[in-house]
T-cell receptor, first 110, second 117 residues
Framework: GQNIDQPTEMTATEGAIVQINCTYQ??????LFWYQQHAGEAPTFLSY????GLEEKGRFSSFLSRSKGYSYLLLKELQMKDSASYLC???????????FGRGTSLIVHP | GAVVSQHPSWVICKSGTSVKIECRSL??????MFWYRQFPKQSLMLMAT?????????EQGVEKDKFLINHASLTLSTLTVTSAHPEDSSFYIC?????????????FGNGTRLTVT
């Protein structure tokens, strides 16, 4: 089976940096996605990692270590609008359908 | 680009009635669409994969006779919740991939909040 683990909730201060971790155990590996989901809305795509290393996209960066089954999403210069749930999703080997973690609820306060 | 439209955004129905949810890809063709369900503070759970022109593929534990899926065209998939019960109350989200490349992400509709009274 697939197992994806991420913290349930995190809080951070506006302007700060926060790192959201994700560990996974899947049958093979075919890519890892991060999505942002505001309450009552659909997830929106943030990043994709399939090779080890860091992918940077503006204020958001995502890191992957396949040997450790580990990824993190780094959010810099936090803004209040970044308060949302962040979903880690992993595609197992031979599949293009991702399995989602439960999401990390990030609360940004002034 | 890659916009997925879902309708309705919310619906309240009485127990025993049926509800249809539509999912459209607006600017691309999707031979495959995916239906997810999400309970509060829970993960997105894949219910079924909708295949254009053929039968849907249901995940284990999802009743195919209760959750009817029709994918009659390359831009439209529908999910019908038949004989709805209060435990079917949930957030239903459809998604599709715009491209067949391995790194193309899923694009999601805005979801449908179903409340069964």
């Amino acid at each position: 089976g697939q197992n994806i683990d991420q913290p349930t909730e995190m809080t951070a201060t506006e302007g700060a940096i926060v790192q959201i971790n994700c560990t996974y155990q899947t049958s093979g590996f075919n890519g890892l996605f991060w999505y942002q989901q505001h309450a009552g809305e659909a997830p929106t795509f943030l990043s994709y990692n399939v090779l080890d290393g860091l992918e940077e996209k503006g204020r958001f960066s995502s890191f992957l270590s396949r040997s450790k089954g580990y990824s993190y999403l780094l959010l810099k210069e936090l803004q209040m609008k970044d308060s949302a749930s962040y979903l880690c999703a992993v595609r197992p080997g031979g599949s293009y359908i991702p399995t989602f973690g439960r999401g990390t609820s990030l609360i940004v306060h002034p | 680009g890659a916009v997925v439209s879902q309708h309705p955004s919310w619906v309240i129905c009485k127990s025993g009635t049926s509800v249809k949810i539509e999912c459209r890809s607006l600017d691309f063709q999707a031979t495959t669409m995916f239906w997810y369900r999400q309970f509060p503070k829970q993960s997105l759970m894949l219910m079924a994969t909708s295949n254009e022109g053929s039968k849907a593929t249901y995940e284990q534990g999802v009743e195919k006779d209760k959750f009817l899926i029709n994918h009659a065209s390359l831009t439209l998939s529908t999910l019908t919740v038949t004989s709805a019960h209060p435990e079917d109350s949930s957030f239903y989200i459809c998604s599709a991939r715009a491209e067949s490349s391995s790194n193309s992400p899923l694009h999601f509709g805005n979801g449908t909040r179903l409340t069964v009274t």
